[in-house]
């Protein structure tokens, strides 16, 4: 069984993953977002929860399936 910690931390390496496979910084990223370069590194070391509908906007950005993000 999964703690909350270590939820966000997969959650963080699955986006990292992503955001690699599409040659992205994380600034890049950010820029594409709209927020700033700390909130996804925030994200990626499974410090920043986030709501559903941002990650699904999350998923949106790095043209993958949500299943992609949400895998444990």
């Not at 699955?14 to 994380?26: D, I, M, P």
């Not at 709209?34 to 410090?47: A, D, K, L, P």
Request: charged content about 30%; overall charge positive; aromatic content about 8%.
């Amino acid at each position: 069984m999964y703690n909350d910690k270590e939820i966000l931390k997969q959650f963080g390496r699955n986006v990292k993953a992503e955001r690699v496979r599409l040659g992205y910084s994380q600034e890049n990223l950010a820029e594409k977002m709209g927020v700033n370069r700390e909130f996804i590194s925030r994200i990626e070391r499974g410090i920043q929860n986030m709501s559903l509908a941002k990650i699904t906007a999350l998923a949106n950005y790095l043209e993958t399936n949500i299943n992609n993000l949400l895998r444990f």
